[in-house]
């Protein structure tokens, strides 16, 4: 147990994929884990095995972190003993099809612009006055190469993911003179759900996706959030960048014959 130990962590999108990796990442440095997310079921099971995994406390929430006032009023009724965040992990995200944008489903692009982007407002601007306040914090936002390079097909995701390395550099920029950081943790591909989802289900043609390519496994990402949480207080760990050996960006990667 070391810098971690005690500190109290909230990780948004929590049910699975990186969000589920990371929660139990703390849980294991003895930190105090709040995990919130949609699906109820999955958070039940979470808590149990982040208990056993090490945590010196777990609290689960539902959350949608789309509604602005669910956000605001989960965030305001946290018990007294959670409501001093020190680690916020904004993680809920998603992508919606692989289309032209011209042919594209424009609920497909609410639902991205409103997890990705506005929902990651949401909680940031419920959360960060807090740490302000407290002289204390660290907000870690969840990326991706996706973010600076765009890919066919992708537009709007490629977009919400440009939009959170933005906000996550104006945040930094707007928090200088207080002592909470600010990270985004850009990864490129990583074999969760995501592909699913992004096919509403096909997991045929997800498979097909990480075929022949060793694809990162979300405890990759959890050990790089880990680690930038638990620099001395002193230090920001801007931006980490990671991809598979078999990747090189968005739109490069070396498939195995």
Not at 77 to 96: M, Y
Request: include cysteine; aromatic fraction near 6%.
């Amino acid at each position: 147990m070391g810098y971690l130990s005690g500190k109290t962590v909230l990780v948004t999108g929590a049910s699975s994929g990186i969000g589920r990796a990371t929660a139990l990442a703390f849980a294991r440095e003895g930190a105090r884990v709040a995990v919130c997310a949609r699906r109820e079921e999955r958070l039940k099971e979470l808590a149990s095995e982040l208990s056993q995994a090490g945590a010196s406390a777990v609290h689960t929430f539902i959350l949608d972190v789309r509604n602005r006032v669910s956000v605001e009023q989960a965030i305001a009724a946290l018990p007294g003993e959670w409501a001093a965040i020190d680690v916020l992990v904004n993680n809920a995200g998603l992508s919606r099809g692989l289309t032209k944008v011209y042919e594209d489903d424009h609920e497909n692009w609410e639902e991205m612009i409103d997890t990705n982007v506005k929902g990651l407002l949401y909680v940031t601007r419920a959360v960060v006055p807090g740490m302000v306040e407290r002289g204390r914090g660290h907000v870690i936002n969840m990326g991706s190469t996706a973010g600076y390079i765009t890919y066919a097909n992708g537009a709007v995701y490629c977009g919400t993911k440009a939009a959170e390395k933005a906000i996550s550099e104006g945040l930094k920029i707007d928090l200088m003179g207080t002592p909470v950081r600010v990270t985004s943790i850009d990864p490129g591909m990583v074999e969760t759900e995501f592909s699913e989802i992004r096919f509403r289900g096909d997991k045929e043609r997800a498979e097909k996706v990480y075929q022949n390519i060793t694809p990162l496994q979300p405890q990759d990402i959890a050990d790089a959030i880990v680690w930038a949480a638990s620099r001395p207080a002193h230090v920001n760990i801007h931006t980490v960048v990671m991809t598979t050996i078999d990747q090189a960006n968005s739109v490069v990667f070396h498939r195995h014959s």
